[in-house]
C-alpha cells in the first residue's frame, strides 16, 4: 500500500517535471496531479529536490533495464546498436526538461550525490554497450582492435549530436546511419585500396 | 585608441570569466583586472551581459578563423579532422567555465540573441567540417556516399562524449583514435567478407 501511494506520487510527478523547468515546479502542482495533499508528499519525499532525485533515479534504473534487454536479444550487433540508440533517444526526448536540471551545479549544490548517481548511470550504460561490441568481437563482427571506449563515445556523443540538430521534435532519428558509420567507416575502397597498392609497390622494390 | 581600450578590457575579461562561473563574476573584479575604473566598462559595454556575450562571440569568430585555417592546409582528409579536433577541444577545455553560461536558459532570457549566435556558429563549425569531407570525397579518400551530416554529428559529438568522460584536465584527448574509427570504421574484415560470400553464393545459385 504504501509503495504503491509513493509510486503514484512518482508517476504524477514525471508528468509535472516532465513539461516544466524544476524551479517552476510546486509540491502544489505535483499533489495535485497526484489527487493527494500536500503533507502526503512529505510522508515519502523530504523535499522537492529529493522527490525529484528519486524520480531520476527510477528513470536511470528503468533506462539500464530496458537496454540490458536490448543487450541480451540474439540480434546481431549491428542491430543491437540500432536499438540501444533509439530507447536512448526515446529516452532522451521524453525527459529533454529534466535533464538540465539533474545536470546544473545548482541541484549538485543542493544534492551532492546527484554527480555521482549522474556518473555511475552513465559507467553502467558504457558497460551495456561495451558487452554488446565485446560480443561482436567475439562473434566475428567488430574488428578484435576496436577500441570500444572511442567507439561508445563516438556513438552516445554522435546521438547526442544528432538529437540537439535535429530539435527536440523530430520523432525519429537517423540512428541506422551512426551505426552504419561508426561500423563500416567513410574511408572509401578506393583510398584503401590506395594505400594497399602503395605498400605493395614498396615492397615490390629491391 | 578606442579599439585598443574596448580589447584590453576583454581580454581582462576572459581571465576572469575563465575561472569562475557567470554569477560569481562582478564588474568590478574585471574592473580591478583590467586596471581601469568601472565606469570605463561602462563606455565600452552596457551591463555584464554584453560584456560576457562581445566576449562569447568574439571567441566564437578567432576560433572559426583557427579551423578554417586549418581546413586550407593541404593535408589528408584524416591528418585535418585530428587538427580540427584538437583545436575545438583545446578551446573547449580553456572554456569550460563559459560554455554552461552561455547556453543556459537564464542567459537566453537576458541576451534573446544569445542562442541564435550560438546555433549559426555550430553551422558554421559543422560547414568548415563538411567542407574537410568534401575535398575528402573529391579526393577519393571518403567515400561518395558517405553521410557527411552523420559524419559531423558523430565527430563533434564524439570530441564531447571524449571530452566528458576524460575529465576537464586530461590534456591531450585521443583525437586521432576517434578520426580513425570515423573513417576506417569498426568492423571486422571476416564480417565483410562473410557477407561477400553469403552473396556470392547467392549469386552462384540456380
Redesign the interface.
Known amino acids: 500500500m504504501k509503495a504503491d501511494k509513493r509510486r503514484a506520487i512518482l508517476r504524477a510527478a514525471e508528468r509535472v517535471f516532465r513539461d516544466r523547468?524544476f524551479h517552476e515546479v510546486l509540491l502544489d502542482d505535483v499533489a495535485a496531479a497526484a489527487r493527494v495533499g500536500k503533507g502526503t508528499i512529505y510522508l515519502y519525499f523530504s523535499s522537492k529536490e529529493d522527490l525529484f532525485f528519486s524520480l531520476v533515479s527510477d528513470g536511470f534504473l528503468e533506462l539500464e533495464a530496458r537496454l540490458a534487454k536490448v543487450a541480451a536479444t540474439g540480434k546481431p550487433v549491428g542491430d543491437k546498436l540500432c536499438a540501444f540508440g533509439e530507447v536512448l533517444t526515446a529516452v532522451l526526448r521524453e525527459r529533454h526538461m529534466m535533464i538540465?536540471a539533474i545536470m546544473s551545479?545548482e541541484f549538485a549544490r543542493r544534492r551532492p550525490d546527484a554527480r555521482a548517481a549522474l556518473q555511475s548511470h552513465?559507467r553502467r550504460l558504457?558497460g551495456i554497450l561495451a558487452g554488446i561490441?565485446e560480443e561482436g568481437?567475439r562473434a566475428?563482427?567488430?574488428?578484435?582492435d576496436?577500441?570500444i571506449?572511442?567507439?561508445?563515445?563516438?556513438?552516445?556523443?554522435?546521438?547526442?549530436?544528432?538529437a540537439r540538430?535535429r530539435g527536440r521534435d523530430a520523432l525519429r532519428l537517423?540512428v541506422r546511419?551512426?551505426v552504419d558509420?561508426?561500423?563500416?567507416?567513410?574511408?572509401?575502397?578506393?583510398?584503401a585500396t590506395?594505400r594497399k597498392r602503395k605498400k605493395q609497390q614498396l615492397q615490390d622494390q629491391p
Open positions: 523547468r538540465p551545479p552513465h558504457d561490441l568481437v566475428g563482427a567488430v574488428r578484435s576496436a577500441d571506449h572511442t567507439f561508445t563515445c563516438a556513438f552516445v556523443g554522435g546521438l547526442h549530436g544528432l540538430r537517423p546511419g551512426l558509420l561508426l561500423l563500416k567507416g567513410a574511408q572509401s575502397c578506393r583510398a590506395g
